[in-house]
């Protein structure tokens, strides 16, 4: 009897280690698959920095208005506004450097081929902005743009490029940010404080790596 009792634990093991081998191995596998799941995100955190860092190093909250300098009814303020926007976004990267973070090879910058010209995709935004801005302006004014005309053609080419390419910004992005709406008013999201990347730390990384552009030369 005791004999039998002794062998119970034994015969009990016998047939629970099969389980335990299978729960051990299981383990190990979903350990793996979270470590190489982490390295993954640490490696595209790294590759999403950017060439100049901005998207770790400069967030801050800001306020969003319905309305502000840049979209004042009087031209002359508003003008004066959208002029300060002067730096292009054009950066030479080395192209080493460019390849290490999976960017397509650019075009030599002349100063030092061994660097590429590329151009920041806030500045192209912003360009692509006060293009469509000043346009309006001209055609408030009674200007006119002719699909015939080689000059106007080129012109409607870039403004629709320009549309798209914001287009293409915005679903890039597809932010989620639930903006209030003040009691059945059109300032939708007015004073909303918003998670913002610091504008003026990426122009003084643009500034800093400029190409120069559309020149190439820095000299």
Excluded at 7 to 24: D, E
Excluded at 113 to 121: E, M
Aim: charged share 20%.
């Amino acid at each position: 009897m005791k004999q039998e009792a002794a062998s119970t634990p034994s015969l009990l093991l016998y047939l629970i280690k099969p389980q335990l081998l299978s729960l051990v191995s299981l383990a190990l596998l979903i350990s793996n698959l979270l470590f190489y799941l982490r390295i993954q995100d640490l490696e595209l955190a790294v590759n999403n920095q950017g060439f100049t860092g901005i998207h770790t190093s400069g967030e801050r909250w800001r306020p969003f208005h319905t309305y502000t300098q840049y979209s004042e009814v009087s031209q002359s303020e508003s003008d004066a506004a959208w002029r300060r926007f002067t730096t292009t976004g054009f950066v030479a990267i080395p192209h080493h450097q460019a390849a290490e973070s999976g960017l397509p090879l650019a075009e030599d910058f002349p100063d030092d081929p061994s660097k590429g010209v590329y151009v920041l995709d806030g500045f192209h935004q912003l360009h692509c902005v006060i293009y469509l801005r000043d346009t309006i302006k001209d055609l408030m004014a009674g200007g006119t743009l002719d699909p015939q005309s080689d000059t106007d053609g080129e012109r409607l080419v870039h403004i629709n490029h320009c549309y798209d390419a914001l287009r293409q910004a915005i679903q890039c992005r597809a932010d989620d940010t639930p903006l209030y709406i003040p009691n059945r008013s059109k300032r939708t999201g007015d004073g909303q404080l918003r998670r913002c990347r610091d504008w003026n730390a990426l122009t003084v990384s643009a500034e800093r790596y400029s190409a120069c552009w559309p020149t190439g030369h820095c000299g």
